[in-house]
């Protein structure tokens, strides 16, 4: 039977803060703080579509999408440290690249639909649908956006099953979420 002496545990624990405050912890922490601020945009937008008439649509999917984007970066470091994921600079960097122009390209997204922009789908009537920036391109870039953070992220340090798992259950979300856009969008 092994024995952890004191000064074993603080080594142990002064590993455990270093690993902790890793380069990848430190992204996933500037992440969570840009998802906070589009939570604060998205959180003034609603009171100013509600205030002209708003209505929101799908309410039941989004208490599942904020569960699966937070589950998202509580796994990306838990499988990293759980498992012992080793950084793969020829995988990491490409990676780190994509998850920045996916940031760039949800907040091209968030500039472009201005106060029209959410987190959730609210259609202000008779407000035209928006046909500038990336939209003039693709119907759902920030969606596009989403789906690439979502492989990018957990893979710029291999938590590939976090990768996987992310990827499955943002797909059948998206496939709510999309519909329930579409719908919203024509009616």
Not at 30 to 55: P, T, Y
Request: proline share 6%; charged share 10%.
């Amino acid at each position: 039977m092994t024995v952890l002496s004191p000064y074993g545990l603080v080594i142990g624990l002064v590993g455990a803060y270093a690993s902790l405050m890793s380069p990848y912890t430190l992204l996933i922490g500037l992440v969570v703080a840009e998802r906070l601020a589009e939570l604060a945009v998205a959180r003034r937008n609603l009171a100013w579509a509600r205030s002209k008439g708003g209505i929101e649509y799908g309410r039941r999917h989004y208490p599942w999408i904020v569960l699966a984007h937070t589950g998202l970066l509580l796994a990306c470091p838990a499988e990293v440290w759980l498992l012992d994921r080793p950084f793969i600079p020829a995988l990491g960097w490409p990676m780190l690249a994509i998850v920045l122009l996916a940031q760039g390209l949800r907040w091209s997204c968030i500039a472009t639909l201005g106060r029209q922009w959410n987190t959730r789908v609210v259609v202000v009537p008779g407000m035209p649908l928006v046909g500038a920036g990336p939209y003039r391109w693709l119907r759902h870039p920030n969606y596009v956006a989403v789906v690439a953070e979502g492989v990018a992220l957990p893979l710029v340090h291999t938590a590939w099953l976090t990768a996987l798992a992310f990827t499955l259950v943002n797909g059948v979300l998206l496939t709510i979420r999309i519909r329930v856009e579409e719908a919203a969008l024509v009616g």
